[in-house]
């Protein structure tokens, strides 16, 4: 496996790096439980890492095979939001001013680019979490009150339902069913 300091770290408690999930709906968990073993924890990030990796093309085969390495690191770059204050706990290379393993660019003097939007600064994580908790609750509570409608969402022109292990028993007719849009937030905080 990878070193300790190159593997995923979810969470401030040492002897859990790498070994903490590392999933948005899991956050609040560590931050409101009573339990011991979640005591201290507190999550420096929330990602998603495509396992089978995702290689970018090219024009030429040379082109492609230039960089093995480089397309490699590349291609299992976790994507999600970040603590940027615990950016040298994920990414503890030296002078490096673009991470390979994690999404983030470097100014001259070391701030984070404007472009780098899956570092955030420790109270818009904190509120990207918050804002994950309630949604989580909002969802548990409708769910056990009764509300479980099957309403899936349009982006683009993807739809889940092409993906749905339920289709031959769905009662959606993805011909007439009116698919609710999804658009990005208006809240820029929330990304």
């Known amino acids: 496996g990878a070193p300790a300091s190159r593997r995923l770290v979810g969470s401030r408690k040492p002897e859990l790096a790498g ?22 924890i507190s999550p420096v990030g929330v990602f998603y890492v495509n396992l089978r990796g995702q290689y970018e093309g ?9 960089d093995v390495d480089a397309a490699r690191k590349l291609a299992y770059r976790h994507t999600g939001r970040f603590d940027a204050s615990f950016l040298g ?10 991470g390979d393993q994690f999404n983030y660019n470097r100014n001259h003097d070391g701030s984070l680019r404007k472009g780098s939007t899956e570092a955030l600064p420790r109270a818009e994580f904190e509120k990207l979490l918050d804002h994950v908790e309630a949604q989580l609750q909002e969802m548990g ?3 056990f009150s009764g509300a479980a409608r099957v309403d899936p969402y349009r982006k683009g022109h993807e739809t889940p339902c092409e ?10 007719d993805p011909w007439t069913h009116r698919y609710r849009v999804l658009r990005p937030s208006a809240e820029k905080a929330i990304r």
């Open 163 to 172: 993906f749905c292990d339920y289709r031959p028993v769905c009662r959606i």
């Open 141 to 143: 509570r409708a769910i």
């Open 89 to 98: 706990k994920l990414d503890d290379r030296p002078n490096v001013r673009c």
């Open 19 to 40: 070994e903490t999930p590392a999933l948005p709906g899991n956050a609040p968990r560590f931050r409101s439980s009573k339990h011991e073993f979640f005591r201290g």
């Open 58 to 66: 090219g024009n030429t085969r040379d082109e492609v095979l230039a």
